[in-house]
């Protein structure tokens, strides 16, 4: 190989545009300066794969062979290139090694333009560089499809990919964009080249409910190639991306000369069908998200730990999947161009810096881009770039949004936004949390003290949707079992990110995310014992109970303290007779909470919120594992279920009639006949449980550790055995998980 300097006009060979012609003299010299022409043999190589990608070429005589390899490592010829053709241009746009082999096939000759050539020309000749990189575009579509077409449909023949090549149709696709609507007609799939989509369908009582969210190399709509059904759900861009439009009838001639393409498709629509309706199966909600997670981190307050949390975050993340941080700077360096971060969104090196960062989306499970707590390009970039938003705080800060939100929402992105607040080392407890969110539209929010393990492992795990959900169903006095099983899980070395409950379980989940810990959970069971500090007889016109006890034991319990203040986050459900549906409390005063959890009807009375009436979670829902489920900061859920399908119960004796007098007089009176026959609070409460029991066969693919405490032969209202259910819930539970049917993935 020989290499020489151009010659005045060689520059025209390789920007052969109006632009470059219409340059002066002078300037077109300056031009053909940064460019060289290099003269092959057939047979010699002029770069192989793996080689530094330091320039890019353009062939001026001959013919060149361009080989590949897929992603499973199969050598495939690509094809050939003449005159005018461009060969290693992704060299320029982001200096990484080289994809591809080059081998001359016959003897010839090719212009050289070198990376930092390439900046020169971007600051020369901005619009000259503009056209370059509008011609290197079709030629990175290219690359990308062969690696979809072989993913997706294990095409790496050179035939069949020409063939698909011209099927397709590319599509720019900008955040918020509908790109498949409910209702209409299936003609086409999707591939998703770049960014990320949400599914989502509407309820019968008219909300939209999100399914799932794909990522990169992942399929849309692959039901309109095999049905004409309308589409089932409506799917949102929630970033700028790029998606590949694959026609009903250009893939049914595709598929009858390709049949494999065809049984590819079918299994695609059969996996997604088993994943969201099998038994056994999870749901398919966002955390279930497909590809990678780009997270933006925006200071939003100073604060100089949160510089430090991106990299503290990354270093946890890392133990989850492949994990890049980049700040700035990290960029610059990465890329190899000083102030590469700060290129603008708009304009001819504007490519380079997409595709070095698309390429390290490709290559990561979690990619974290520190956006800096100035506005500027990178910010932006980064902001554009996320699937998640990562809003950080000093919790001790102001609440009140600054100018960089400001700048945030005029954005209108539809990227799923989280505040992140740091609170000193020495906090124990969290508070006026409310006045930071409601001035704001986010989808979750995290308390973090820098420096603490467990507040930083639990907000990477809820962050890469690995978080481990604990969810305590109804029962009564058999819901203390839920604190021998949280005793169980600590000794495991299994840390609870989320807690969620119904009734009792509500009672016990709500102390757990207060404390922490179990062992503070022995003296709620111990005040539970004594029914004189929990019943209170009244008329009995709406409820037997007036609650008045209830509540100030709760009060007592959880203090003013709210939900939202929690170090560990917690729901619980609710039955609001009113509108018919079921409320989750995600928010609010922690006692208020429960209190409406635990409204027993006919036992205590319902609690009035906002004029509706609202009733006991169990009423509708007594096992909530689904909503633990559907979180997008969830992976393994541990549903603890102490309403048995079978109540051991004394042998009742009475008649289908039976007079209260007559139970009263057998309780009080010596010589009177006992009457054997269930309590008024029992056999509502076990109305109840029957909830949990129908619930529990249909809300297994929910599960992915079920513990069921051996509570039966437990009256429902035997609050004074708190020692022996405590020890029946720690035994089910250490039983569960020796049986090694949880893993979660660490």
């Known amino acids: 190989m020989h290499e020489r300097l151009a010659a005045s006009g060689d520059g025209a060979l390789l920007f052969h545009y109006p632009e470059y012609d ?31 990608g330091d320039a890019m070429f353009v062939v001026k005589t001959g013919r060149f062979r361009v080989t590949g390899a897929t992603p499973s490592g199969a050598e495939v010829t690509l094809g050939e290139i003449g005159p005018r053709d461009f060969a290693g241009e992704m060299a320029v746009l982001t200096g990484q090694p080289r994809s591809a082999t080059l081998t001359a096939a016959t003897d010839g000759e090719l212009v050289r333009l070198p990376r930092s050539g390439f900046d020169d020309l971007a600051r020369l000749a901005p619009e000259v560089a503009s056209r370059l990189t509008a011609d290197i575009g079709p030629r990175l579509k290219r690359s990308q499809l062969l690696r979809v077409w072989e993913e997706l449909f294990g095409i790496t023949e050179p035939a069949a990919f020409r063939e698909l090549e011209e099927a397709i149709e590319w599509r720019q696709v900008v955040a918020g964009e509908a790109l498949i609507r409910q209702g209409e007609a299936s003609d086409a799939m999707y591939v998703v080249v770049t960014g990320r989509f949400r599914t989502v369908v509407k309820a019968p009582d008219g909300t939209d409910v999100a399914v799932r969210e794909t990522g990169a190399f992942s399929t849309l709509g692959e039901l309109g190639l095999l049905t004409q059904l309308p589409r089932s759900a409506t799917v949102l861009a929630l970033r700028d991306g790029e998606v590949i439009r694959l026609g009903r009838e250009a ?83 990465r890329h190899g161009r000083r102030g590469s971060a700060q290129t603008p969104l708009s304009g001819p090196l504007n490519l380079a810096v997409e595709v070095s960062l698309r390429e390290l989306e490709d290559r990561t499970r979690h990619l974290l881009l520190d956006a800096g707590p100035e506005w500027n390009a990178w910010t932006e970039r980064c902001l554009r770039r996320a ?27 539809p990227a799923r936004t989280e505040l992140v607040l740091l609170h000193p080392a020495t906090t124990t407890e969290p508070a006026g949390t409310a006045e930071w ?10 308390h973090v003290r820098p420096g603490n393990r467990r507040d930083e492992e639990r907000l990477a795990r809820r962050l890469a949707g690995r978080g481990v959900g604990l969810v305590l169903g109804g029962g009564g006095a058999r819901g203390v ?72 034991l709760l009060r007592s319990l959880y203090g003013d303290r709210a939900i939202e203040d929690l170090w560990t986050p917690f729901f619980s459900i609710s039955t609001n007779l009113t509108r018919a549906r079921i409320d989750v409390d995600r928010r609010g ?64 004796r009475f008649g289908p009639e039976l007079s209260g007098w007559q139970v009263l007089r057998g309780r009080f009176l010596p010589w009177a006949r006992k ?71 660490r």
């Not at 300066?33 to 080689?51: K, M, N, W």
């Not at 001790?396 to 992105?413: C, D, F, N, Q, W």
């Not at 009807?601 to 007594?622: A, Q």
């Not at 489920?629 to 399908?645: E, K, L, M, Q, S």
């Open 22 to 52: 219409s340059l002066p003299a002078a300037d077109r010299a300056a031009i053909d300066a940064l460019v060289s022409t290099v003269s092959l043999a057939a047979g010699e190589e002029v770069f192989h794969r793996g080689d530094p």
């Open 251 to 333: 893939f049914r001639s595709f598929a009858l000369r390709h049949p494999e393409a065809l049984l590819r498709v079918a299994s695609i629509v059969a996996e997604r069908q088993m994943n969201g309706q099998g038994p056994g199966a999870r749901a398919s909600a966002p955390a279930t998200a497909t590809g990678g997670l780009t997270f933006a981190i925006l200071p939003v307050t100073p604060s100089a730990a949160a510089a430090v949390l991106g990299r503290t975050l990354a270093g946890d993340l890392a133990r989850l999947g492949e994990t890049a941080f980049l700040d700035a700077a990290a960029f610059d360096e």
């Open 387 to 413: 699937d998640r938003i990562l809003l950080v705080a000093d919790a001790t800060a102001s609440p009140v949004p600054g100018a960089i939100e400001e700048r945030l929402a005029a954005l209108k992105l």
């Open 437 to 446: 969110l409601s001035c704001r539209d986010l989808a979750d929010h995290h």
């Open 481 to 552: 079992a839920h604190i021998g099983v949280i005793r169980a899980l600590e000794e495991a070395g299994l840390s609870v990110d989320l807690v969620g409950g119904t009734s009792m379980g509500a009672v016990v989940g709500a102390g757990y995310a207060l404390h922490g810990s179990a062992a503070q959970l022995v003296a709620l069971a111990e005040t539970f014992s004594d029914p004189s500090k929990i019943y209170d007889r009244t008329l009995p016109l709406v409820s037997l109970m007036s609650g008045g006890k209830l509540l100030r």
């Open 589 to 652: 005063p922690l006692w208020r909470a429960v209190r409406k959890s635990m409204s027993i009807p006919g036992v205590f009375p319902p609690i009035i919120d906002d004029g509706d009436v609202v009733v006991d979670g169990g009423v509708v829902d007594n096992f909530p594992v689904e909503r633990m489920a559907g979180r997008a900061d969830c992976g393994t859920v541990i549903g603890v279920n102490v309403a048995p399908a079978v109540d051991k119960v004394k042998p009742y």
């Open 675 to 745: 009457m054997r026959a269930p309590s008024l609070v029992g056999s509502l409460l076990r109305t109840q449980e029957i909830n949990s029991v129908m619930a529990l066969r249909s809300g297994l693919r929910f599960v992915d550790l079920l513990v069921e405490p051996a509570v039966d032969q437990f009256r429902l209202n035997e609050y004074d055995r708190h020692v022996e259910l405590i020890a029946s819930g720690y035994d089910a539970a250490k039983k569960a998980l020796g049986s090694g049917h949880l893993d979660i993935g």
